[in-house]
């Protein structure tokens, strides 16, 4: 892979912003609503798209809230979002206890918003050298976040990288 390539495609991955919880529907959606809407947010990171088994099996599993009636709030939406995003790097339990862990001590929208400040900031720091991966002050939910966090874009950014290199017959 040509090293302007990479950098190109980096940079446009520190542009990527995830929304915040007033950018998300105020009005309850349906389940191929959800799935539009994960899938615009989370594309441009490359993350697979999302099914409507995967969503019922997340549902199944205690993962996501149970929709009412098959409509999903901006809370479904958020946890959504947050298991597209982490599931190719961690086991789905880990995920639900991380996001029970965000919301012990705050609501779910402050949790949410919170987790896409540190994303935002973290993917915006992939072109800007930073002084210390954490820091002495970091809570727990922090310092889990952080890393959880990071742990996905440099997997993210490795199969970026793996699939740019790969020679052209092996990918066909």
Known sequence: MAETDFNTWLSELAAV????????????????QVITETDRYLRPLGIEPLTKSMINSYVKRKIVHHPDKKHYTRTHLAEIVIVSLFKAVFPLEAIHAGIQQAVITTNAQTAYDRFIELSNTELASLVQPTTALFSATDSAEVLTQKAAIRAILYQIITQHALHSTTPKAAQA
């Open 17 to 32: 912003r995830l929304p915040k919880w007033h950018e998300l529907p105020e009005f309850d959606l349906y389940m191929d």
